[in-house]
């Protein structure tokens, strides 16, 4: 299994769609087994699913993320915890003892700027 973090530095990038970095840790047996980076730059809304995909992604942790967004990684058969904050280690330590639930971070607003940070708790339902 693969899982997908959004990352900024050592903690969860708040908005998918606008991700540089991914945190991609290979899971064998229930624990992890390797960390990679991946720079998802060169992607944006849209193509990231596709990215992923290629990545051979099983599962996307993630703060906010729209319900297009949501669709297309269900679509590629790619599952989806959003609505998390806080440490990329932790978070994945946390899926891996079951502890992790989706807390439903959906973007509800089209007008992104470039200093726009898509924070669950202030912009996001």
């Given at each position: 299994?693969?899982?997908?973090?959004?990352?900024?530095?050592?903690?969860?990038?708040?908005?998918?769609?606008?991700?540089?970095?991914?945190?991609?840790?290979?899971?064998?047996?229930?624990?992890?087994?390797?960390?990679?980076?991946?720079?998802?730059?060169?992607?944006?809304?849209?193509a990231l699913t596709g990215f992923?995909?290629?990545?051979?992604?099983?599962?996307?942790?993630?703060?906010?993320?729209?319900?297009?967004?949501?669709?297309?990684?269900?679509?590629?058969?790619?599952?989806?915890?959003?609505?998390?904050?806080?440490?990329?280690?932790?978070?994945?330590?946390?899926?891996?003892?079951?502890?992790?639930?989706?807390?439903?971070?959906?973007?509800?607003?089209?007008d992104h700027g470039s200093d726009?940070?898509?924070?669950?708790?202030?912009?996001?339902?």
């Amino acid at each position: 299994m693969k899982i997908a973090v959004t990352t900024q530095g050592d903690q969860i990038f708040q908005h998918f769609g606008k991700c540089p970095i991914f945190t991609v840790y290979s899971i064998e047996n229930g624990s992890i087994q390797g960390k990679t980076q991946i720079d998802a730059s060169q992607n944006g809304h849209a193509a990231l699913t596709g990215f992923l995909k290629n990545a051979g992604i099983d599962l996307v942790i993630c703060g906010g993320i729209g319900d297009g967004a949501k669709k297309m990684l269900s679509g590629a058969g790619i599952k989806l915890i959003s609505g998390v904050e806080g440490s990329i280690e932790d978070t994945v330590n946390l899926y891996l003892s079951g502890n992790l639930k989706d807390a439903g971070g959906s973007c509800n607003h089209d007008d992104h700027g470039s200093d726009h940070v898509c924070s669950c708790e202030n912009h996001c339902s």
